[in-house]
């Protein structure tokens, strides 16, 4: 246990807080040791469990939920008994989704429960999308686990900067999924396995992605009112620079005021709130879920701030939400790679690039032969590419068709295909 650690905890929620919560910890553990000895003389793998786990305190949320909505929806339930590994019980409404099963697994005082290792060590299937928090340490031989991941964008992995903590219950599966072949070799890499374990068949939330019958329309409406609705929507969606769990990344300190780069002052904004009116357009700045959340204060009329809460709130999916966009500003994330499926307009905010090659590092040794759109430096660009969208140019037609085989394998339905390769089947 570091000191720097402890203390950086005391600093954010206060010393009682602190004190309960490695006293949380040290009865989770008590109740890990308990269910593991209880499981070696008494348990074995059950064939129908399967076991969903998303990131911590994002629970029934991306590549986890997709994947289970499609077991649910195609009536796998019959044969298997779903369970989710949640934060929360709230997170998942279970009026809505029957007969499945949820327990308690890293809340927000470190607690986990005896039930969430049960059936962590005895699910024969184990779905998870950032780490499986040690939760199947003790499985019982037979178990698959599969890496669902959150996505293949440019970055390196943590782990190879010393400095930062690191989970090697990040890579403890058996298989993963990756978008396609190109990032094979790069994630075997990454995660230090062999590339036999990797499957490039792309990832469960890519049939929302695609989903043929959204309403945008509606859509806006929900998130921002009816005067909204008609707007051409553009996103923009960064990787965080500095994490809000104080994880210490070692991207932590490139200092953003909005989280954003080129434009990350009020002065910039208030210019490009400026010409998103004058052009009809919307832009709308998703949060990362682990930046630190951006200054209240100054209001904008055509600029929109948004997180996971909100959209959350409004039971509106991200992967619906990206889906209706006209276009996409991103940087060194996988929401980038996973938008040259659409086939639309995607602007590339670098200027930190040498910065983050320092600091974090990337997975080809030059990114931008791998990002099919405008190379944003400095606001000018912005300004240009923001000019191009508003006007309906799309000059990055080529460049994309160009890497999508390379990037992506492409097919009908994502989710069977997954369901497929795994061998689950409806009838046991």
């Known amino acids: 246990m570091k000191k720097e650690i402890i203390k950086q905890r005391i600093k954010n929620n206060g010393l009682i807080y602190t004190l309960f919560y490695y006293l949380c910890r040290i009865v989770t553990l008590a109740g890990e040791k308990c269910v593991h000895f209880f499981i070696r003389h008494f348990g074995g793998l059950n064939e129908t469990y399967i076991v969903f786990k998303n990131r911590q305190q994002q629970d029934f949320t991306d590549n986890a939920r997709a994947l289970f909505e499609y077991l649910y929806e195609n ?3 019959k ?10 019980k709230k ?6 989704y029957k007969n499945i099963t949820v327990a308690v697994a890293e809340n927000k005082f470190g607690w986990t429960s005896p039930r969430a290792f049960y059936y962590g060590c005895t699910a024969k299937y184990f779905f998870y999308t950032n780490n499986t928090a040690n939760l199947n340490r003790g499985a019982a031989k037979g178990q698959l ?12 992995s943590t782990h190879k900067n010393k400095k930062i903590k690191y989970s090697k219950s990040m890579e403890m599966f058996d298989l993963a999924l990756v978008p396609g072949e190109l990032f094979v070799e790069a994630k075997a890499r990454y995660w230090e396995c062999d590339r036999s374990k990797i499957l490039g068949i792309g990832y469960p939330r890519y049939d929302w992605l695609l989903q043929k019958d959204l309403d945008k329309k509606a859509i806006m409406k929900t998130l921002f009112g009816e005067s909204m609705q008609n707007r051409r929507l553009i996103l923009w969606m960064p990787t965080f620079r500095k994490a809000s769990d104080g994880s210490g990344f070692a991207e932590g300190d490139i200092g953003l005021e909005y989280g954003i780069p080129i434009a990350g002052d009020d002065e910039s904004l208030q210019e490009l709130d400026k010409i ?6 919307l832009l709308v700045i998703k949060r990362h879920p682990l930046q630190t959340p951006v200054p209240g204060g100054r209001k904008f009329k055509n600029i929109k701030f948004i997180d996971n809460k909100l959209l959350d709130k409004r ?5 619906h939400f990206i889906a209706v966009s006209d276009a996409l500003i991103s940087d060194y994330s996988s929401v980038a790679v996973d938008y040259i499926l659409l086939d639309r307009p995607i602007g590339f905010a670098v ?7 320092q600091k974090r590092g990337f997975i080809f040794d030059n990114p931008m032969d791998y990002m099919p759109g405008e190379i944003i430096y400095t606001f000018e660009d912005l300004k240009h590419f923001l000019s191009d969208i508003c006007q309906g140019m799309d000059k990055y037609v080529a460049a994309r068709h160009k890497l999508l085989p390379i990037m992506h394998n492409q097919c009908e339905n994502y989710r069977a295909r997954i369901i497929k390769n795994l061998g689950i089947k409806k009838e046991r």
């Open 315 to 319: 039971d509106v999916l991200l992967y």
């Open 91 to 96: 997170s998942i409404d279970r009026k809505k």
């Open 145 to 156: 686990v599969v890496n669902l991941w959150h996505g293949c964008g440019y970055k390196d």
């Open 276 to 281: 998103c009116g004058e052009t009809g357009c």
């Open 351 to 357: 200027g930190d690039i040498e910065q983050y090659k």
């Open 79 to 88: 044969n298997y008994k779903f369970i989710w590994l949640v934060s929360s």
């Open 75 to 77: 009536g796998y339930s």
